[in-house]
Nanobody
Framework: VQLQACGGGLVQPGGSLRLSCAAS????????MSWLRQAPGKGPEWVAD????????AYADSVKDRFTISRDNGKNTLYLQMNSLQPEDTAVYYC?????????????????WGKGTLVTVSS
């Protein structure tokens, strides 16, 4: 199983970025997937979920109405569209596969994390 996130960078406040996460070794649509982030000096934070077997999504209050999680089953790729970015969104962003065991973040278990991509929001 491999997860590779990309698309991060430096953006001004109010700007947008789209993160991608290419999955290999498993079928993305068969599992619940999440975006997590970790700001400098802080622990990991759950950002958004997309459920398996459908397109039900959930978001942290801090990103609701600004971020959108989605996936392209044909490309086996997860996305995070981020709009109206603010300095407090600065973090390393990770895509992660939900599992029965593994690292716990916000009460959910993740058995695989991708290499993160850094998002910096600054003027």
């Amino acid at each position: 199983v491999q997860l590779q996130a990309c698309g991060g960078g430096l953006v001004q406040p109010g700007g947008s970025l789209r993160l991608s996460c290419a999955a290999s070794g498993f079928t993305l649509s068969s599992y619940a997937m999440s975006w997590l982030r970790q700001a400098p000096g802080k622990g990991p934070e759950w950002v958004a979920d997309i459920m398996n077997g459908g397109d039900r999504t959930a978001y942290a209050d801090s990103v609701k109405d600004r971020f959108t999680i989605s996936r392209d089953n044909g490309k086996n790729t997860l996305y995070l569209q981020m709009n109206s970015l603010q300095p407090e969104d600065t973090a390393v962003y990770y895509c992660a596969k939900r599992g029965m065991r593994g690292t716990v973040v916000a009460g959910k278990k993740y058995d695989y994390w991708g290499k993160g991509t850094l998002v910096t929001v600054s003027s």
